[in-house]
């Protein structure tokens, strides 16, 4: 059961090009192309001719052309060419789904395509803002659903047992660290401050911190789908909690966005964006490198868990006090399905 | 569901030597083997004593062997040997199947033997002429129905678009070939004239033509399995349309043979045969390795078209002008299909 | 099916050390594990928390941490330790199966705890006589059923067939062979003696007979999953048959332990000792390198014939007159399946 009246990402950007892409999404098999004029076309990857996967045609002058019998799409999904023939029956069309490029990413909505508002596609200004936040992004495949990802990234404390070779450091400064929670309609902000503690490795290697620093991990989930992340250091004394910016310590960003490919697997989109020597490329390809390994970890755990879970069901799993913000998060989740459902609640729109 | 009352080809003839050959046919588990007097058996590859497959027995002076406990079983099923007693209970063979030789194939008769007529297998004499018509054969294991294969061989379209870098040539040339197709109850037969028109390179590095040429694509079907391919090009004013031989130039024929392993995958046996520089053995050589190149592109397309409609099925599929021969070949087949499951029909016979 | 209510061999006791070990048995994903007072733990695969295979944590002071939040469960289950939480609610544990280490080996019990005699495991304390029976273990794992490998050696007519090239022989010799079998309630024992007979190669290699021997073949079922093997030769008028312990000539034990992972898949543990030149670690290794490879040969013929019956069935096989032992061995265990699903034959113990 998938929330398909929502904005996924289905590619970055930059790998829509003059190949097709195929790609499942909510258990759909998507291609993705870009036509001659630039716009990302996504359709459904089956020629309405044959049922050959248009993932393995070309994009030509037209639309993309079928690798069978040469029939063209257009972006919209219209055919426009039939090898031999003049006349195109009105039934040589396959179905096309709304999709957006912003901020880097192609946007798709797998729903009701009355229902799809650009605007409710969320922003994130800082894969535009290169010399601020110069970024690197990655795609994961995750043999997990995307619920699970999320269910992980709502639960810092597996911070210590699956990253502790990597990012993780000391399990319990994670399990301590005192958490406040703003929870809305469509998601929650949690954000947790270690004022005036040791800081990490990690930041001391990239800024040069010598003494004690105010810390921060800011998290927000934004419903169904992503989660973005803001975290960083300042020197103590620097004003970390009064300030907008918390510019001149340490400061990475991360969007997480995850993109059910089946019930059982999904697309990990992610990004980092350093805050910091944005003029040494090497920052950008230090921090990315770091969080590239940490998430596979992620990867590894999430895949184990969902093939139990997929074996012996979740009905008897035990809430701890840590799963309080994931606790949230599926009640969000639980009401926006509920919505995606129900008809009524679309014609009240 | 399979067409079982009719003849297919279960190997090449070369392929059922004095090993057992195990091989999945409509769906089930056959074991072919050569006894010792050179016939070839075809049993259901499930010993009656324990359900070892015989293909990993071996064949002996009586038959062949099962590998686990040694029970022997003839040409027609019969268990003649089990080791440690003398009687051999009437329960004791194994189902045979009508298996007969011909033309270098091994043809199998998986419906009622009673109406297995070996004069219906149909004849293929090029493969026993190998002064005029040297020949290679193949087989491919294709990740799709053995329809999807034959209708890709109804329509020629394709071959612009699946073969461009091969034997493709030219999309429009197929395209706009004008085809005379004679249809009849068992199958069609397409000829496809290229008047006064420029030869492939092929075609050309093949037999030195220097000019213009008369050429020709003649495509029988016989329903279920067979296409018969006759293709090549006289000079002009050679006659080509009036020789029943057109000797003297560039002719290539191909036998096509697809056989249902599963309802989704299939054997594609095929052939070809040169009818120009015989006495070459690189041009029989060179002929086949074109022909293989191209028939992967085939494979590749098929599996994709496959993997599409057993996910999504063909109930909204729609047809074009050159999917003609491909829609007769189809009710040919229904008809063939209707009548294999009627018993009544079988009684009328 | 399984009978469950038996002990099985999870783990060779030597496995299950510092890291957790996980297995199927019986269709159910069990982590074992050897706390810090050196005592095994075997809990269902599966964190009471988020579900996450325990396989994957580590094993700390306490227990068996979680790798994904760091719950902590002892030997029994319990759950004792819940990261950020005093505390601990009285549904957090994991189901834990009685688990007995015993001649090396760690046997489980799947079925109801209640009835988990550890009187009822058999003895094997060859195992434990490392002067006398030097030996050494293996772990295969095998593409069909507990059950068909058990078939496999109630019928030791396969070795000429199977075995042919390592420990086979002549299979005339196997068939022939006069057997004297004792049935009981909980399996059965049969005895091969092959008076006045010429050593086979591997054991005039191991002892260096010259002349003829007395040789005999032992194998007693333990049901529901153990095979005890004692093998050997005398001198001819040296007393075998008269003697019990029949040494000074050639003699191997091994046990063969089948625990099944699914209904089609099993584990097979197994064992080699050598009752001869008991200093020489060459013997124990040449000893166990022959088995092994004739081992790999069941494994081959049995995961073959699974899949055959695992598509075709075995309604329709046929029993032959060495299928004597087996069909003894089916009946014991028709037996205890029906006592295992019987709550009332459980009450009346």
Redesign the interface.
Known sequence: MFIRNAWYIAAWAHEVGDKPLGRRICDE?VVLFRDRAGKIGALI??C??????LA?GKVVEQGL???????IFDATGKCVV????DHI?E??FVRSYPIVEKDECAWIWMGDPARADPALIIDYPWHNDHKKWPHKHALYHIEGSAMLMI?NLM?L??L???HGSTIGGN??AH??AKMETTRNENGLRYVRWMLNSVPPPTYSKAVGFTGRVDRWQDFEFKAPSSIIQWSGALEVGKGAQESETREGGFSLRILHSLTPETETTCHYFWSTANGYRQDDPAATEQLYSEIAAAFLEDQ??VA??Q???S??G?A???????DAARIHMRRVMDRLAAQDRSPAQHAAE
């Open positions: 098999p990857d089956k309405c001719h044959r049922g050959t996967p393995i052309e079928c690798g069978y019998h040469g029939l039939i090898p031999g023939q029956p039934k040589a269910d639960d404390t597996h210590g047992y699956v399990p319990a399990v301590d590894a755990v184990a868990q093939r139990r879970l074996e012996l979740d008897d799993v035990v809430d701890i006090v840590s």
